[in-house]
């Protein structure tokens, strides 16, 4: 892939400014920009960065990793878009590990956080523009906390990686690594390895293989994580043998408890 690099110092979001490049393909200052696949916005820093739902993404101007990839994955069959999510938090995720001791786990919070000892290091933002059920372009929104060291406490749990491991790190140097991470990673689904796409994400989510206890509809209950669907739905076997699927947002995982099984 050639990937085209557009860096900002400030702007509002990188994913709604990769969006208006793709309906306008212009940027300012005179210079015509023909957005499209591989083009990458990279911003020190976001006004109002967006995270996922409803939630705003948090990161001190100049510290962390915060940019968009547009990607047109136009090879992937509408039931299997999910599999691109799967694909990128792969990416970001082996960029994070090799960023940190092997000592440190780092794993993948269903459906697309990045935790690192427990706590959030990368957060995946992607946006589809549809035709009919059909994917025209993906914006790929990612945020890895780099050299931030304090956080506002509001936040649940985030860490960064110089928090970790004391070091600072070349900031510009993550972006090359993480977009040879996508491409790798975007090769393996433009060559329809889905099932084992598939297989590295589910091995690598975070309290896969352990009793975690759940929270659904107000009530709690016991069972195992078995992977997650072509469409994104955690599969869970509960304690009584039955399968259930999740989607986003219906069941979260009770962490104290999960922390204190590790
Ligand atoms: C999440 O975990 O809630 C997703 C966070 C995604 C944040 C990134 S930072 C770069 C890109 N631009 C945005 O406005 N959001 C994404």
């Known amino acids: 892939m050639k990937f085209d690099f557009i860096y900002l110092d400030r702007v509002d ?3 709604a400014y990769a969006q208006r490049l793709l309906k306008e393909s212009l ?10 696949e591989g083009t990458v916005v990279r911003a020190a820093d976001q006004a109002s960065g967006r ?3 409803e939630n705003s993404w948090h990161s001190q101007a100049g510290m962390n990793l915060t940019f968009s990839l547009i990607l047109e994955p136009l090879f992937i069959p509408p039931e299997k878009l999910f599999s ?3 694909a990128v938090a792969l990416a970001v995720l082996n960029t994070v590990r090799n960023a940190l001791p092997g000592d440190l786990p780092a794993s993948i919070k269903w459906p697309n956080d990045i935790y690192a000892a427990d706590h959030k290091i990368a957060g995946i933002l992607i946006e589809h523009t549809l035709i009919g059920s059909s994917v025209k372009n993906s914006i790929i929104g990612i945020g890895i906390n780099i050299n ?3 956080f506002p406490a509001s ?3 985030p860490v960064s990686l110089k928090q970790l491991t004391g070091n600072d790190y070349d900031i510009r140097e993550m972006l090359d690594k993480v977009c040879r991470n996508l491409e790798n990673e975007y090769s393996r689904l433009r060559n329809h390895e889905f099932q084992s796409i598939d297989a590295d ?3 690598k989510l975070y309290g896969s293989g352990r009793d975690l206890e759940f929270t659904t509809g107000g009530s709690s209950f016991t069972g195992r994580i078995q992977g997650v669907d072509d469409i994104g739905r955690l599969c869970v076997l509960t304690a009584d043998g039955g399968l259930k699927m999740f989607n986003h947002g219906e069941i979260w995982i009770n962490e104290k408890l999960l922390k204190k099984s590790l």
């Not at 940027?27 to 499209?36: K, S, V």
Request: proline share 4%.
């Open 13 to 15: 979001s990188t994913n």
């Open 27 to 36: 940027a300012g200052e005179g210079t015509i920009i023909r957005a499209g």
């Open 51 to 53: 995270g996922q739902g």
């Open 84 to 86: 691109l999510n799967k």
């Open 148 to 150: 931030q060291l304090e």
């Open 155 to 157: 936040l649940p749990n």
């Open 201 to 203: 994400y589910n091995s």
